[in-house]
């Protein structure tokens, strides 16, 4: 799946969750953060693609990674907010026409919550990838969520990488979403569609 992909399936899912309504708005931007979070490991390879190919999709795309980030991510969120300070950063670009007629009330979520949704939002990463692989030139890219401990690789390819249904349909719920609310319904009915979508497609390719 690529970036965009990733970011609309954790603010989504933390929506579909309900957790926007217990926690607020910032535990749903660290979804989708943390739903970004093992691709770091495509990093290095803009300064020397091949000396880090073979990390890319390793060296993040693991299950010890995952929860020592997610560590990491929750106590830094707790500690220094900076979800909150990313926000009050990224409104100044916004256009003027956009108004918040009222300040949200601050909710908070626990460094435990934030940390099982980092852990829970990159497995969901794992997934994605499995299930979006192969196409344009390029094999299967099996995921290794045992290593370094196990080499043991996983793919379950249902539609080529690239294929542009998921990013229409996950634009089609967040506009829903924003024009109409009724948020965890629509991001419930948008993951239903995804998911048969997915299914359906694969018979298709
Ligand atoms: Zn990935």
Redesign the pocket.
């Known amino acids: 799946?690529t970036s965009p992909e990733?970011t609309m399936v954790g603010i989504l899912g933390a929506i579909a969750l309900g957790l926007h309504k217990r926690f607020g708005w910032s535990v749903v931007a660290f979804a989708a953060v943390a739903s970004n979070v093992?691709?770091w490991d495509?990093l290095p390879m803009l300064f020397d693609m091949g000396r880090f190919e073979s990390g890319h999709?390793v060296w993040?795309?693991n299950l010890v990674l995952i929860v020592a980030t997610s560590v990491v991510l929750g106590w830094t969120q707790t500690r220094f907010e900076w979800i909150q300070r990313l926000g009050v950063y990224a409104v100044k670009f916004l256009p003027n026409e956009v108004k918040f007629s009222q300040q949200p009330p601050k909710l908070l979520a626990p460094m435990p919550v934030l940390i099982l949704v980092g852990i829970g939002f990159q497995s969901v990463?794992?997934v994605?990838?499995m299930v979006v692989s192969g196409g344009q030139g390029l094999s299967d890219w099996l995921v290794k969520p045992f290593w370094p401990f196990g080499n043991t690789g996983f793919v379950y390819p249902l539609i080529r990488w690239g294929d542009v249904g998921p990013t229409v349909i996950m634009m089609a719920g967040l506009i829903l979403v924003a024009k109409f609310g009724r948020a965890q319904f629509v991001a419930v009915l948008t993951f239903v569609g995804l998911i048969s979508y997915l299914f359906c497609r694969s018979y298709w390719i």
């Open positions: 799946m990733h093992p691709d495509g999709r993040g795309h990463h794992l994605c990838d």
